[in-house]
């Protein structure tokens, strides 16, 4: 038979796959997972059931939860990642750590194919290929769903028929957990103007009692909550369940897709949003104007290519260089207020603030200066403008 490794979730699409490549196409078929976070050991439990239920010949979780942080999220949060300033780029990030320990397996065992079950109008499908194409060109990639161009209905219906028991409600919406956040992707996201259902979201509202929050980073990581050190992957997840109790962190996002289209999805991403705000306040009080600007850039210019399935590309290697080094000084604390729907940062405290009371306090006093040295700055500052106006006074 032919050894096929399939990028499996247990969801729809990739149910359809596990079934369909090996009844019809005669795969001997390997189901395999890549945990970045968002699974119990019993739902990982349930999960290769299904796959074996479906025809897989073996299923295989590989738990990537630490590798994904130290890959991939550590840099988002140095870089304060939001794609167009609002989506965390919770599934983006999770897929380029899923391909590689995709790929890897499927070396490992010898497999000449790989097969997943993106469609051939999402950014998933680019992410994927890319990463199987470059890291093992000589694999043969399988895409029933995009090949196909099946509808969601007709995945059901093939499963069905098959006595795999498939719901619709079940199908309504596609929900992908991982550590950086969980997307919600349903009809109502098809479209401009329908908001998504707040049953649509993992997470409702339990908590309605205000609480505060201290948030303790050490070069840019996050090390301890409310005093109690733990290492970021677990305290990201700490994060996650005390702030979704809050229902914090839900938003749709609105971006372009890799393929020239516009996409729409919904996410629910509590811990990464208080995160990524609460590192970036940290940062604007021990950081430098011009560091600030340049990690800007450079963050954005990272998750662009993250995004866009780039992750292999030289040119990340040397941002993350770039974003480490300017986390030297991001230590201290942040206080954050948690309420219904929202979050609020209420201040820091590191040593390494650089609103140091010893050189003056904003729009009160100066205690390194005089008077006559603002007068003489001033003036100075003032050159550029006085000759571009002298020489240009006669222009329109």
Not at 67 to 91: A, E, M
Not at 183 to 193: D, K, N
Not at 218 to 245: C, H, T
Not at 344 to 357: E, P
């Amino acid at each position: 038979m032919k050894k096929l490794v399939l990028a499996y979730s247990g969801g729809l699409d990739t149910s359809y796959c596990a079934k369909y490549l090996s009844r019809e196409k005669g795969y001997e078929v390997h189901a395999v997972s890549v945990n970045t976070g968002g699974f119990s050991k019993e739902e990982i439990a349930t999960i290769k059931e299904k796959a074996l239920q479906l025809g897989a010949s073996s299923y295989t979780s590989i738990d990537a939860v630490k590798t994904f942080y130290d890959k991939v999220v550590k840099y988002l949060i140095f870089g304060n990642v939001l794609k167009n300033n609002t989506y965390p780029l919770s599934v983006s990030s999770e897929r380029i750590v899923q391909a590689i320990e995709i790929v890897n397996h499927a070396k490992k065992i010898g497999a000449k194919y790989i097969a997943h079950g993106s469609t051939g109008a999402g950014n998933d499908q680019v992410r994927f290929d890319m990463i199987f194409q470059i890291i093992a060109p000589d694999i043969e990639i399988i895409t029933p769903i995009r090949d196909e161009q099946l509808s969601r209905e007709q995945e059901i219906a093939y499963l069905q028929k098959h006595g795999i028991d498939y719901s619709w409600e079940k199908a309504k919406y596609s929900i992908n957990r991982g550590l950086w956040g969980t997307s919600v992707g349903g009809e109502e996201t098809l479209t401009s103007e329908k908001p998504l259902p707040d049953s649509a979201y993992p997470s409702q509202l339990e908590e309605k009692t205000p609480s505060e929050v201290t948030l303790t980073f050490e070069r840019g990581e996050l090390v301890a909550i409310n005093g109690r050190q733990d290492s970021p992957v677990a305290n990201i997840e700490k994060l996650n369940a005390m702030a979704s109790k809050y229902a914090i962190g839900r938003d749709i996002h609105v971006g372009d897709t890799i393929i020239g289209i516009k996409g729409r999805v919904g996410f629910e991403a509590p811990a990464p949003l208080i995160i990524l705000k609460a590192h970036h306040l940290l940062e604007k009080h021990t950081l430098s104007k011009w560091q600030q600007y340049q990690k800007e850039q450079m963050g954005n210019f990272y998750g662009m290519l993250l995004h866009e399935g780039n992750y292999l590309d030289a040119v990340m290697r040397n941002i993350e260089v770039f974003l480490t080094d300017t986390q030297k000084t991001v230590s201290g604390e942040v206080f954050v207020g948690l309420y219904p729907f929202q979050f609020r940062l209420n201040g820091i405290s590191s040593k390494h603030d650089l609103m140091n009371a010893s050189f003056g306090s904003y729009g009160e006093m100066n205690k390194a200066w005089t008077s006559e040295d603002a007068k003489g700055f001033i003036k100075i500052l003032s050159n550029p403008g006085k000759i571009y106006n002298y020489v240009n006074q006669d222009d329109d």
